[in-house]
């Protein structure tokens, strides 16, 4: 485990109450994981925006139903084969298959990758989820 510093911080009491509140619907029991949480958090969109190494999700669903949509999202999948890592099908039912595809790579290539997935006709939802490669958390 890293070296733990303890700091102080000063808060207006209205503000306070408010984030304890916040963290407490959230479930967290003390404020110092609430915040190394929003710290990591941060750290991670700041990895994002500029443009490093990202890991994510792209969960989508999509209508079984559509002509040719299976095939078109595994040829753009081939086509970003270096980004992906893995891809978990479900028939959620008769209609609609739910997939995530796992990824890791250029930031700006993996959103390139959910844009394309998203434009396809016969996908109804379709969402990118950012998170970290754990380095230097
Ligand atoms: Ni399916």
């Known amino acids: 485990m890293a070296d733990i510093t303890r700091f102080g911080i000063s808060i207006e009491k209205n503000l306070l109450e408010k984030f304890d509140r916040l963290i407490g619907k959230k ?14 958090e941060a750290l991670v969109r700041k990895s994002w925006l500029e443009g490093k190494e990202g890991v994510g999700t ?22 970003y084969y270096r980004d992906v890592l893995s891809t978990q099908h479900v028939h ?20 390139e990758l959910a844009n394309r997935l998203r434009a396809c006709r016969g996908v109804k939802h379709c969402s990118l989820s950012i998170t970290s490669s754990g380095k230097g958390m």
């Open 92 to 111: 959620l039912d008769h209609d609609n298959c739910l997939e995530v595809v796992i990824v890791k790579g250029r930031p700006s290539r993996i959103e």
């Open 27 to 40: 479930g967290y029991t003390n404020r110092s994981e609430a915040i190394r949480d929003q710290i990591r």
């Open 58 to 79: 792209i969960t989508m669903v999509y209508n079984h139903h559509q002509r040719e949509l299976t095939e078109k999202l595994t040829d753009i999948q081939h086509h």
